[in-house]
């Protein structure tokens, strides 16, 4: 079965869809004009913030896996037991918590699956988008 | 959409008890899954809240009803998809070999088109209709039903949709 890819230039700003909310947490958190010309440059060395809607939840690290839902919609639920049961570790953002300019940030960026007629949506490691409660291939993808 | 509108046990119930009702009265059947189905419930009456209809807790909704008319449930790809797979994309309704436990349901692929292709009505027989009628004929898009009459039924008597799910058909 062919799955849908996401683009290379999109991989090199960040790992999938996961990496690309992140960097638009960073780019709101850069330094402004002024400070830059108050401090000498300096390295970033910390990790880029996150979008305070995009969820942790912790489990084995299998890479960068990002799951869009809705938590009122069962088969996202269904989904999300499922990486619990495999003990998968994923960032998890629910629809329903967003405003509007956050759901067309996370629509617009789930677009590189193909579609954004539904959810659940899980994208693991930037290569791979699976639509759907697909459980066989959430295990083989994750497990 | 910035928060999950509430919705009381009583109003899951009420709902859960009408669509079997009419499900059940036009032919259909609701998943037997009473946990999940209530989950379904919970998440339809959540968009009705949210967005003043009954929207598909599995498909993400514009907000703007004219746009979303083809998945208000029981959503315009229903019955074709209990036709192929068994249950529709969120499996509310089931077939009757499901119910009776004939044929089990799996993943469902999307059929609803993406956003640039909606709407794009294919070619009916009426196109190439070419006599008078008395009166339209008007199509429920959701089970097929057909009327001819003036204006379409305010409710389908057979799916329960509601008028704004008829079109014109010849």
């Given amino acids: 079965m062919k799955h849908p890819t996401v683009p290379a230039g999109f991989l090199l700003c960040a790992i999938a869809l996961a990496g690309a ?40 690290d299998r890479g960068v896996i990002l799951l869009v839902g809705r938590s009122t919609c069962p088969w996202c639920m269904k989904t ?11 960032y998890w953002i629910d629809l329903e918590t967003l405003n509007e300019a956050e759901t067309a940030q996370v629509i617009s960026a789930i ?33 | 959409m910035t928060g999950v509108p509430d919705v009381s046990e009583e109003e899951i119930t009420a709902l859960h008890e009408r669509l079997g009702r009419e499900a059940e009265e036009g032919g259909y059947h609701l998943n037997p899954d009473r946990v999940f189905v209530l989950g379904l419930v919970r998440g339809l009456l959540v968009n009705t809240k949210r967005y003043g209809y009954m929207s598909c807790p599995c498909r993400l909704a514009s907000g703007v009803k004219g746009e979303d008319l083809d998945i208000i449930c029981p959503c315009d790809y229903r019955d074709p998809d209990l036709n192929d797979y068994g249950a529709c994309y969120c499996a509310l309704y089931v077939s009757d070999d ?39 004929v008007w199509r429920c898009r959701v089970c097929g039903y057909l009327c001819a009459r ?6 389908c008597p057979v799916c329960k949709a509601k008028k704004d799910r008829f079109e014109r058909f010849l």
């Fill in chain 1, 21 to 60: 909310l992140i960097l638009a947490g960073c780019t709101a958190t850069a330094p402004s004009p002024s400070q830059a010309t108050q401090a000498p440059p300096v390295a970033v060395t910390t990790a880029p913030a996150l979008p305070s809607y995009m969820v942790h939840v912790e489990g084995r």
């Fill in chain 1, 80 to 90: 999300k037991e499922l990486l619990a049961n495999l003990s998968v570790g994923y």
């Fill in chain 1, 111 to 143: 677009s590189v699956c193909g579609q954004t007629n539904s959810v659940p949506i899980l994208i693991v490691n930037g290569n791979r988008c699976i639509v759907g409660y697909q459980e066989d291939q959430i295990r083989e993808a994750v497990g």
């Fill in chain 2, 98 to 136: 499901v119910l009776a436990g004939r044929r089990k349901t799996g993943s469902i692929p999307e059929r609803r088109p993406p956003p640039g292709a909606r709407g794009v009505v294919p070619p009916s027989a009426g196109a190439a209709a070419s006599f008078a009628l008395a009166y339209p």
């Fill in chain 2, 150 to 155: 003036d204006e379409p039924p305010g409710v």
